[in-house]
């Protein structure tokens, strides 16, 4: 049995990814959050016997060090973060911290026979691009977000730990995911609860800001491709979906499947923090998921179809249907 370390399992897409590894029975999994964003009622079922949940926060040493010491991983995803560009810019000492909680995971991964890190970076790395789609290989290092410096930073630590100690790797770089149990603070779910209740949905600026999006099955599945098949060790990979939709189609989209009333309103553009493009190169995600991409219009469906939304669009959903 392969033991496997989730640092951040009760956020979105690592309890996400939790589910999937325990209904493995060769492996047992061990989820840590400090529960700052997490959410218990997302995890796996706690009765589950190969599946534990530990309340820890990854950037204290003596907090994550007991954990690892005790348990001898084999592999570690860690996706331990302050996530949302707009939280972490509200926050920007609060996410300089996770720098703490990287150098813990990695130090203890090298001490205590880790296999391999697997990390949750972010399309943020790549700033304002002046190429696209963007690529695993240019990241032009321009941006001044204090979300993008930390991810730049995890990423160069991985790096420098495979070179110095010979820590294997795989590096994530996500971009736009959504499904069901990510919390209401981002885009796709602030505009879903607002067209299941018909209130008016508010973009900032002209909504041609454009992003892809990436339903949360497809994100999961690429990722324990790597994991399962032993691909893109030592690498980086784009995790994302390559069709561009403006935030205005978004919002019509969404208007469109949940035959909502609502209204869309603009509001001036957000001072900071609001990049005008976002498009991977996806090739290497391709080649893992090794099947069709979920369309955002058949992902905001199954979603809404799931019911399993955080509050308030569960009660919003009770309302509609």
């Known amino acids: 049995m392969q033991k496997i370390l989730i640092t951040g399992g009760a956020g979105f897409i690592g309890s996400s990814i939790a589910e999937k590894l325990v209904s493995n029975p060769d492996n047992f999994v061990v989820v840590v959050d400090n529960l700052l964003t997490g959410k218990m009622e997302k995890l796996p079922d706690l009765d589950l016997p190969n599946f534990k949940f530990i309340k820890c926060d990854v950037n204290n040493y003596a907090d994550i060090s007991a954990v690892m010491f005790s348990h001898s991983f084999d592999y570690v995803f860690h996706y331990a973060a302050v996530v949302g560009v707009q939280r972490t810019l509200q926050h920007p000492t609060l996410v300089l911290t996770d720098i703490e909680g990287i150098k813990n995971i990695l130090n203890l991964s090298k001490n205590t026979g880790v296999k391999r890190v697997f990390y949750s970076s972010s399309s943020e790395v790549y700033g304002e691009s002046i190429t696209y789609p963007q690529d695993e290989i240019h990241t032009p290092l321009n941006s ?3 979300y993008a410096v930390v991810k730049n930073i995890g990423e160069a630590f991985l790096t420098s730990y495979k070179k110095e100690f010979g820590l294997d790797y795989t590096i994530f770089r996500f971009f736009n995911t959504y499904g069901p149990k990510q919390s209401n603070d981002f885009v796709v779910s602030t505009f879903l609860t607002a ?10 600026g002209d909504g041609l800001q454009s992003r892809t999006f990436c339903y949360v099955d497809d994100n999961v599945d690429a990722c324990l491709s790597t994991f399962y ?6 690498e980086v990979v784009n995790i994302g979906y390559d069709k561009e939709t403006s935030i205005i189609e978004l919002a019509e989209t969404i208007v469109k499947v949940t035959g909502s009333r609502s209204r869309i309103v603009h509001l001036p553009p957000r001072k900071e923090g609001d990049m005008r493009r976002r498009i991977p190169n996806i090739d290497r995600m391709r080649q893992l998921l090794g099947r069709p991409f979920l369309s955002l219009e058949d992902g905001i469906q199954k979603l809404i179809e799931s019911g399993n939304f955080p509050y308030p669009i569960v009660e919003a959903v009770k309302e509609k249907y």
Do not use: G, S, Y
Request: proline content about 5%; glycine content about 0%; hydrophobic content about 40%.
């Open 229 to 234: 098949e032993h691909k893109f060790v030592n």
């Open 144 to 146: 001044r977000l204090p």
């Open 195 to 204: 067209a299941l209740k018909n209130e008016d949905i508010t973009i900032f």
